[in-house]
């Protein structure tokens, strides 16, 4: 599948620039009838896209990848999520794209942050997956490498904080 791809290529180009450790790459593609809705672009695509989608599931793949540059090895997978629009009125989404302006969000808004008034319904094991980067996934895939995020040593001294275990 495409985002496995380009989850894993992103993890690899920035692991060849990068010294030993684990490195993260994540991709999404946006799917409505199985057709790929591209980023918006614009606020005339924006609203298309949106009124589109209107009453129905747009169902999203979010692929991740962990690198281990040491080891070479890497793991990959794609985590699937759908969200079901309301009925949207053409009021409702103008007001939508004219306040988010989420042109360069898959499928059209931002769920963090007023996207989630569009929707009437989810779908999935893994709600962080619909932002981008499916954490529940991720911290699983970082355990098979080695690193467990609620037990990663810290040391305030090097300039880590409890919320950055990933920075060594």
Not at 14 to 36: C, E, K, N, Y
Not at 153 to 164: H, Y
């Amino acid at each position: 599948m495409l985002v496995n791809r380009l989850s894993e290529e992103k993890a690899r180009a920035v692991g060849a620039r990068v010294g030993t450790g684990l490195v993260i790459g994540s991709d999404q593609v946006a799917l409505l009838d199985d057709a790929v809705l591209g980023k918006p672009g614009d606020y005339a695509s924006n609203v298309a896209q949106l009124a589109t989608a209107s009453g129905r599931w747009l169902e999203f793949r979010t692929g991740v990848a962990v690198l281990d540059t040491a080891s070479g090895r890497i793991q990959t997978d794609v985590v699937p999520f759908a969200v079901r629009f309301r009925p949207l009125t053409a009021s409702d989404i103008e007001a939508y794209v004219s306040q988010e302006r989420a042109y360069d969000c898959a499928g059209g808004f931002r769920a963090e942050r007023l996207g989630c008034a569009l929707f009437e319904r989810m779908r999935g094991d893994d709600p962080t997956a619909l932002l981008g980067l499916p954490m529940i996934r991720l911290c699983e895939m970082l355990r098979v490498a080695g690193l467990d995020v609620l037990h990663a040593r810290r040391d305030p001294a090097a300039g880590e904080s409890p919320r950055e275990p990933w920075k060594r």
